[in-house]
């Protein structure tokens, strides 16, 4: 996938110059995941490798961006044992320095991706991985939870 962003860069008139990075809109993020995905069979991968690759591809890129929702929406649609090898893998790593940030930031389609995975195949951990965001996200003591009142 770099030499994808190596060749976008390439391609560009002398006088264009990409400013503010290019994103990958819908279509070409799905095709070009489509691409790394095949040859990532041809090399044997499982789901959550790939996914790895993925990431670290996100995180070595310096001029491109993937469209999220087309990241998101491609590993949504592997077939369901791939979904739980990811699932499995984030789970026994979700402490690493690759995925802690990423699964913890609610704006990550990483993190969207790891909760839609939870609610599907592990829903005992759902409601825990959800308590767990909102104490990192709003963090509230319980005296501050004892003074909420609940209307009837």
Same mark, same amino acid.
């Given at each position: 996938?770099? $030499?994808?962003?190596?060749?976008?860069?390439? =391609?560009?008139?002398?006088?264009?110059?990409?400013?503010?990075?290019?994103?990958?809109? %819908? %279509?070409?993020?799905?095709? *070009?995941?489509?691409?790394?995905?095949?040859? &990532? /069979? /041809?090399?044997? +991968?499982? &789901?959550?490798?790939?996914? $790895?690759?993925?990431?670290?591809?996100?995180?070595?890129?310096?001029?491109?961006?993937?469209?999220?929702?087309?990241?998101?929406?491609?590993?949504?649609?592997?077939?369901?044992?791939?979904?739980?090898?990811?699932?499995?893998?984030?789970?026994s790593?979700?402490?690493?320095?690759? +995925?802690?940030?990423?699964?913890?930031?609610?704006? =990550? %389609?990483? %993190?969207?991706?790891?909760?839609?995975?939870?609610?599907?195949?592990?829903?005992?951990?759902?409601?825990d991985?959800?308590?767990? *965001? =909102?104490?990192?996200?709003?963090?509230?003591?319980? &005296?501050s939870?004892?003074?909420?009142?609940i &209307?009837?």
């Amino acid at each position: 996938m770099m $030499e994808v962003e190596e060749e976008a860069s390439c =391609s560009l008139e002398d006088w264009m110059e990409i400013t503010d990075g290019l994103l990958l809109e %819908h %279509h070409l993020t799905n095709a *070009l995941l489509q691409w790394e995905w095949l040859s &990532a /069979q /041809q090399q044997q +991968w499982n &789901a959550y490798q790939f996914a $790895e690759h993925i990431r670290e591809c996100e995180l070595q890129f310096r001029q491109i961006e993937l469209k999220r929702d087309a990241v998101f929406d491609f590993f949504t649609q592997l077939s369901e044992l791939e979904q739980q090898c990811i699932l499995t893998g984030l789970l026994s790593d979700a402490e690493t320095a690759k +995925w802690q940030q990423e699964l913890n930031s609610t704006y =990550s %389609h990483w %993190h969207r991706l790891y909760l839609y995975l939870i609610e599907r195949y592990a829903p005992e951990r759902y409601l825990d991985s959800l308590g767990d *965001l =909102s104490k990192t996200n709003y963090p509230l003591s319980s &005296a501050s939870l004892s003074q909420l009142e609940i &209307a009837p």
